[in-house]
Nanobody, 122 residues
Framework: QVQLVESGGGLVQAGGSLRLFCAAS????????VGWFRQAPGKEREFVGT????????SYADSVKGRFTISRDNAKNTVYLQMNSLKPEDTAVYYC???????????????WGQGTQVTVSS
C-alpha cells in the first residue's frame, strides 16, 4: 500500500509560482507512475499532468503546458509540481495519485492523497 500526502498549497497572486509536494510512504514508490489532478468548486476533477515511474517522461494537460513542470526524486519518495505563471483559473484542490503498470489521464490510479488547496488571486 502507498500513502500519499500533498503539501505546498496556499494563496498566491496571479503570475506567481508555487511548488507542490507529493510525499509517499512505501518502499515500492519507484514502481509507480504519478499523476496530478485538480478539482475546482462545482467542477469535475481535471487531469493536470503525469510522470512515469522512472521520471524520464512527462505529459501535461493543454491548460497547464509550458507553465507547470512535474519531477520526482525516487530516493526521497517525492514528486513535485512546479507551477509558474499562475492564473485565477488554476484555483483548485490539487491531488496526487499513483498507478502501477500504466500512466496518463485514463489510467486507473490505485492510491490518492488528501489534496492541497491552491488559490490564485487576480
Amino acid at each position: 500500500q502507498v500513502q500519499l500526502v500533498e503539501s505546498g498549497g496556499g494563496l498566491v497572486q496571479a503570475g506567481g509560482s508555487l511548488r507542490l509536494f507529493c510525499a509517499a510512504s512505501g518502499r515500492t514508490f519507484s514502481n509507480y507512475a504519478v499523476g496530478w489532478f485538480r478539482q475546482a468548486p462545482g467542477k469535475e476533477r481535471e487531469f493536470v499532468g503525469t510522470i512515469t515511474s522512472s521520471g524520464l517522461t512527462t505529459s501535461y494537460a493543454d491548460s497547464v503546458k509550458g507553465r507547470f513542470t512535474i519531477s520526482r526524486d525516487n530516493a526521497k519518495n517525492t514528486v513535485y509540481l512546479q507551477m509558474n505563471s499562475l492564473k485565477p483559473e488554476d484555483t483548485a484542490v490539487y491531488y496526487c495519485a499513483v498507478v502501477k503498470g500504466g500512466w496518463g489521464p485514463a489510467a486507473r490510479y490505485d492510491y490518492w492523497g488528501q489534496g492541497t488547496q491552491v488559490t490564485v488571486s487576480s
